[in-house]
C-alpha cells in the first residue's frame, strides 16, 4: 500500500492516493507514522523543518507520570503516564533510563498554589491553605508508586539530607526528603528513531517540506507541498489526513485546510536554562515554589545541570521561543531557594525554550491548562484527525487513540503492536548499557570510557555500524571536536535526516555544548559539501 515514487518532471509531481498523510514530524506524528506503517497502512509525513524542530526537541527530557498533575484530578493521564514510562523504558534503553528524583520538605514553606486540592484544603483545613502538607505528598507519592503497575522501577523512599550526598547541595534547613522514580529520555532522538522506524516500514518521511494548502476533492484529501531547499512542488493525494502540527494546530485548521472548528489550541512556553555542574551525584531535585509551581534540577550531558521549566502564553507559533532575561532569572530565584551555591546569570551556560500546544480547555492560567491530549475528527468529506496537546511520555498511546479513531474512518486496520518493540538501536535489555559501552570499547580499542558510553547512549546497538572497520580515530575522517567524527556525521546525514550543523549538534546531540565556534565552522563545511550525496545514500 505505499506510495509510488512522485513524478518529478518539470519541478512538480502527483503521487499516488496514500491511506494517510500526516502533518507534523514532531513526536506525535512521528509516533502515529510509525504505529499507522507498522500495520499496514500507506502513510507520507511532511515536515516544514527538521524532525523534531519544535516543541518535541525543547521538553523537560523527562519521561514521567506528571505528580504534580495529581492536583489537578488529572488520574487518567498520571496513570496512563506511569504505565508507559516501563513500556517505553524497554522498548528504547539506549535513549532512556531510569533516574531518581528528590523533593526536599520543609514543614515551614507555604505555596501560593490555586489548584482544585489546595482549594479543598482552604475549606476544610484552613490552617493549611498555601501549604503542601507532608501526608499529601506522602499520599501523592504512594499514588504515584501505585496507579501505574510499577515493575521496573523502585518504590519512593524518605531520606535524610543531613550529612548525606543528597542533602550536601542543598541550604542546611531542608533536613528531609522524599525520593521517587521518573525516567529521562532524549526526546528529539526519540522522534527521529520513530520517523526511522516508520520509513523501515513502509512510510515516506519528508523533511523541510511545507504543506501549503490541503482541500478535499470528493471523498480524498488533495495536498500541496513544496521542498523548502529545493523549491519542488509535488501534489499528494490521501484518504485521510492528519494535523500533527503541534503549535500550528490551529493555524493548519483555519489556514491550511480552512475549515470550521470550534477547537482551540493554549500556546504555552517552557524555558530552561543549563548551568555548570552543580553537584556530584546522578539524582535530580523537584523544587516546591512558593508561588505553587515546581521546577526540576537534572544531570545533564555529563558535566552541566538543567533547570526547568517555566509556563508562560505564548500568542504566535511563528515567533520563535526564547528564553526572556524574566524567565531566566526566575528559574535562578527559584533554584537560590535550595542550593546553597547562590546562582546568577553568569552561571548560565546555554538556554533552551519550547512551545507545548496544549488544548485549550478554558483553566484560568498556563499552569492549571490540561497536559491531556485531544483527538478530533472532522468527517464532513474526506476525514482530518486533528491532535492537540499530549505529552512526551503519552506519544504512543495518543498514537494507538488516534489509530482507533483512523480505523472508524477508513476501516477495519491490523491490532495495536508497538508496546514493548525496539525502536532502532533499542534491541538489548534495559540495564545492558554498560555492558553495550564495555563491548565496543574491547572491540575498538581506540574509544575512550566517555567517548563508547556517549555513542550507546545515541545509537545502542548500532553504533558498531557507525565504527563500521575502524581501526583507529583517524580512520573515522575529519575530528569536529568532543568526538564527532566524519563517520558519525555521514551516519547521521544518511541515515538519520540531519541536514545542517543544529541537526546534529543540538538535536541529534547536544554536542553544541562543547565545540567550539570555528569546529562548528568546520562541521558547516563537510555538511554543505557532501549534504546532497549523503542525503541521497
Given amino acids: 500500500m505505499n506510495a509510488g515514487a512522485p513524478d518529478q518532471t518539470s519541478g512538480t509531481g502527483t503521487s499516488d492516493i496514500v491511506d494517510l498523510f500526516v502533518i507534523g514530524g514532531g513526536i506525535n506524528g512521528c509516533g502515529i507514522a510509525r504505529d499507522a506503517a507498522g500495520r499496514g497502512l500507506s502513510v507520507t509525513l511532511a515536515e516544514m523543518n527538521d524532525l523534531g524542530w519544535a516543541t518535541s526537541s525543547s521538553s523537560t527530557k523527562l519521561f514521567h507520570g506528571g505528580l504534580r498533575y495529581l492536583e489537578y484530578f488529572e488520574f487518567r493521564l498520571v496513570r496512563e503516564a506511569l504505565i508507559e514510562r516501563e513500556t517505553l523504558l524497554r522498548a528504547m534503553p539506549h535513549i532512556s533510563w531510569p533516574m531518581r528524583f528528590v523533593l526536599p520538605y520543609h514543614a515551614s514553606m507555604r505555596f501560593d498554589s490555586d489548584t482544585p486540592t489546595s482549594r479543598l484544603l482552604g475549606v ?73 522506524d516508520a520509513e523501515a516500514r513502509g512510510a515516506t518521511i519528508m523533511t523541510r517540506t511545507k504543506v501549503q494548502s490541503a482541500a478535499r476533492v470528493g471523498d480524498i484529501w488533495e495536498i500541496q507541498t513544496e521542498d523548502r531547499e529545493t523549491g519542488l512542488r509535488r501534489t499528494h493525494r490521501a484518504r485521510m489526513l492528519v494535523n500533527a502540527g503541534g503549535p ?26 543549563v548551568t555548570k555542574r552543580l553537584y556530584d551525584h546522578d539524582k535530580c531535585y523537584f523544587f516546591q515554589g512558593t508561588d505553587g509551581r515546581i521546577i526540576f534540577a537534572i544531570p545533564y550531558e555529563t558535566d552541566f545541570t538543567l533547570i526547568g521549566t517555566t509556563d508562560a502564553e505564548h500568542s504566535d507559533p511563528s515567533v520563535r521561543p526564547e528564553c526572556t532575561p524574566e524567565e531566566r532569572d526566575y528559574l535562578l530565584n527559584f533554584a537560590n531557594q535550595y542550593f546553597a551555591q547562590s546562582l ?156 545542517v550543523t543544529d541537526d546534529v549538534l543540538w538535536r541529534r546531540s547536544k554536542l553544541g555544548l562543547r565545540l567550539t565556534e570555528a569546529e562548528v565552522a568546520k562541521l558547516a563545511a563537510f555538511m554543505e559539501t557532501h549534504r546532497g550525496a549523503l542525503a541521497a545514500e
Fill in 248 to 273: 500550528w494546530v490551529g493555524e493548519i485548521i483555519q489556514g491550511t485546510v480552512r475549515i470550521n472548528s470550534t477547537e482551540g489550541v493554549r500556546l504555552v512556553r517552557g524555558s530552561h536554562i
Fill in 344 to 499: 546568577t546569570k553568569d552561571d548560565v551556560v546555554w538556554t533552551y525554550s519550547g512551545v507545548r500546544p496544549l488544548y485549550d480547555d478554558g483553566a484560568s492560567s498556563a499552569t492549571a491548562a490540561t497536559r491531556d491530549y485531544t483527538l478530533k475528527v472532522d468527517a464532513n468529506g474526506a476525514p482530518i484527525l486533528n491532535v492537540f496537546g499530549g505529552k512526551i511520555t503519552t506519544y504512543r498511546r495518543l498514537a494507538e487513540s488516534a489509530l482507533e479513531k483512523i480505523a472508524e474512518q477508513l476501516g477495519h486496520v491490523a491490532e495495536p503492536w508497538t508496546a514493548g518493540v525496539a525502536l532502532p538501536g533499542g534491541d538489548f535489555p534495559v540495564n545492558g548499557v554498560a555492558p553495550l559501552a564495555a563491548k565496543l570499547k574491547k572491540t575498538y580499542g581506540f574509544l575512550t570510557d566517555r567517548w563508547a558510553l556517549r555513542l550507546v547512549r545515541a545509537y545502542g546497538s548500532e553504533a558498531a555500524a557507525i565504527l563500521g572497520n575502524a581501526q583507529s580515530a583517524a580512520d573515522l575522517g575529519q575530528d569536529f571536536g568532543a568526538t564527532l567524527t566524519e563517520a558519525e556525521v555521514r551516519w547521521l546525514m544518511a541515515h538519520e535526516y540531519a541536514r
Fill in 124 to 196: 476544610f483545613m484552613p490552617w493549611m491553605k498555601g501549604r503542601r502538607p507532608a501526608w499529601l505528598i506522602r499520599l501523592g507519592l504512594f499514588m504515584y508508586d501505585h496507579l501505574g503497575g510499577r515493575k521496573i522501577l523502585p518504590a519512593t523512599s524518605t531520606v535524610s539530607l543531613n550529612g548525606t550526598r543528597e542533602g550536601a547541595p542543598l541550604q542546611e534547613h531542608f533536613e528531609k526528603a522524599y525520593e521517587y522514580s521518573d525516567c529521562w529520555v532524549e526526546d528529539s532522538r526519540l522522534v527521529v528513531l520513530n520517523a526511522r
